[in-house]
């Protein structure tokens, strides 16, 4: 089975500072996903890239930064941590084509920002 | 508003009973449906898609889709008690496109 992980598994951080979370995918996709999941909300997209060295902006961007250094690995940096920021966050990683949708999620990793 | 909208927020039912869950889009060009159960502490997994009108059954599972409607429900025969998760709906412009929008989720509660 497809396989992505996620590090760290949880993480408390300070109101502006720097944050950064790491996912990594065995799976040999070329899609990968930063979601967050709120109370309420449900899944979220951040950002996402579709090959390495390219991240695009998803629905919720601002506060956000994203970088994908190869096809394996994807980050997700929060250059200066709020409050509101708060939250899980899901990576997840997909391959291309038709018919070829399904996301495969890692564990996610479980942000409080004081 | 959001554009995928899952009813009813919670549910409980008994184990052996059935559960349904409901899904709506309310975007006209989200018409591929997918749906995702996550359990406690856990990334969510996908259970099946559904695309074209009809029924679709796996195992347990039958997703239901009325495309004139944009309605999309998930059934559950026999549930279980480690059926107990968040289920998720989610929907998608087209296939083998970047983006899928996720409703907020129905938390189902499956008692012995």
């Given at each position: 089975e497809a396989a992505v992980t996620q590090s760290p598994r949880s993480k408390v951080a300070v109101t502006g500072g720097k944050v950064t979370l790491s996912c990594h995918q065995?799976?040999?996709?070329d899609y990968m996903y930063w979601y967050r999941q709120d109370t309420g909300h449900g899944l979220r997209l951040i950002h996402y890239s579709y090959v390495a060295d390219s991240t695009e902006k998803g629905d919720i961007p601002d506060g956000y930064k994203a970088s994908r250094p190869s096809q394996e690995n994807f980050s997700l940096i929060l250059e200066l941590a709020s409050l509101s920021q708060t939250a899980v966050y899901f990576c997840a990683s997909r391959p291309t084509g038709?018919?070829?949708?399904t996301q495969y999620f890692g564990p996610g990793t479980r942000l409080l920002v004081l | 508003q959001q554009k995928v909208q899952q009813s009813p927020e919670s549910l409980s039912v008994p184990e052996g009973g059935m559960a349904s869950l409901n899904c709506t889009s309310s975007d006209r060009n989200f018409q591929y449906f997918w749906w995702y159960r996550q359990h406690s502490g856990e990334g969510p997994k996908a259970l099946m898609s559904i695309f074209s009108d009809g029924d679709k059954k796996e195992g347990r599972f039958t997703a239901h889709l009325n495309k004139a409607s944009l309605h999309v429900s998930l059934h559950i025969r026999?549930?279980?008690?480690?059926?107990s998760a968040l289920y998720f709906c989610a929907a998608s412009e087209?296939?083998?496109?970047y983006k899928v929008v996720f409703g907020s989720g129905t938390r189902l509660l499956v008692s012995p």
């Open positions: 065995t799976n040999n996709h038709f018919n070829q949708d | 026999d549930s279980q008690p480690s059926d087209q296939t083998g496109g």
